[in-house]
């Protein structure tokens, strides 16, 4: 494996995203599923995990998601907890050919009690999907007084979830790194394989770079990620100034490649229905997160995370950061596994 290059741009943003628990993970081993096969197993071990938690209160979830009591939004964890059983269910009868089958009227938490009846969960994925349960409560819990991925304020945003069965994108955040960095070497490793993704860049730092941004992701989409990586929702003056500079300088300097479309460092925008985000700007966020920032998660880490995220969710927004070497090299080891999967990356221009 190839040492791992930490550029200027990485140093410069050593923390790139808030974490407090511990990142759910899991090994996954080499099998010969099929992407069915195996989306169908992961789905029942997390319905299975989140059926046997007790009744969510303020009280029980506080240590759990490291928070105090009062500062957990519980309508918004109940609804996050409903979304995510609706999902887990629609999900499964995808899995199994389904999708068309009339739908039984009982609730999706009942149905899915009755299928995780007899289905025996290994020890690793519960512990898996408990971790990553509370990740995802962790954030609807704060939300929207802390705006993130978890949530979509209105139908300008993009989560992820809203896609057709087996549609996946990739996204990488925060580039471009320094010339000849990390941020080139995978966008060559994506050209190798005829893919393309979406770069949500950092407005200062593509003006660091050589005005060679046009080359650099001619057959990638290129769009903001805001001018500097600080959070968006402080004011919507600030906001709109921070998208606008950037999106102005990407689309001076790499015309063809750009894309009206905004992701906001750590997820962290204003709930506005400012006519700007209406009729100027999409707000992607994501779905599926590597967690590929942290320094203690190895590249296999964060790609065996992405493949059972995506056995999970079906569908979705991927994120990677292309300022670390990790994302490079995690892209043969999801690539190789959605190809056997018979699974490919959308265009990266059909997400607006
Ligand atoms: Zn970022």
Known sequence: MPMLRVSAVALAIAVCCFAVLPP????????NLSFD??????????AKTILSEPFLTREY????????????????????????????????????????????????????????????INNAKEKFYRAYFYEQLRLAALFPKISSEIDRFNDNEILGTEFNDRVFYLTYDDGPS???????RLIKALN????????????SAAQKRENDLADLYKDQCLASHGWTHISHAKSVKEALRSIEQSANLLNARAHNSYIAAFRPPYGRRLDNSDPFF???IKIVLWNIDSQDW????????????????????????VLFHDIYDKAEIALPLIYDRAKRWNISFANCRSII
Request: hydrophobic residues 40%.
């Open 294 to 317: 942290q320094k203690t998660i190895s590249v296999k880490a964060a790609a065996d995370r992405v493949l059972t995220l995506m056995l999970v969710w079906r569908k979705g927004i």
């Open 37 to 46: 096969e195996a989306s169908k197993i992961e789905i029942l071990s997390f």
């Open 24 to 31: 759910a993970l899991i090994e996954r081993n080499d099998d």
């Open 61 to 120: 979830l506080a240590p759990k998601l490291d928070l105090k009591a009062d500062q957990i939004n519980l309508e918004s964890v109940n609804k996050i907890r409903f979304r995510t059983l609706e999902n887990l269910l629609i999900n499964y009868k995808a899995a199994i050919g389904d999708q068309n089958g009339e739908l039984p009227r009982s609730t999706p938490e009942a149905q899915l009690k009755r299928l995780t009846q007899n289905f025996a």
């Open 278 to 280: 209406r009729d100027k």
């Open 178 to 184: 320094d010339q000849n960095g990390s941020t080139d």
């Open 192 to 203: 190798d394989r005829n893919i393309n993704a979406i770069f949500f860049a950092l407005g």
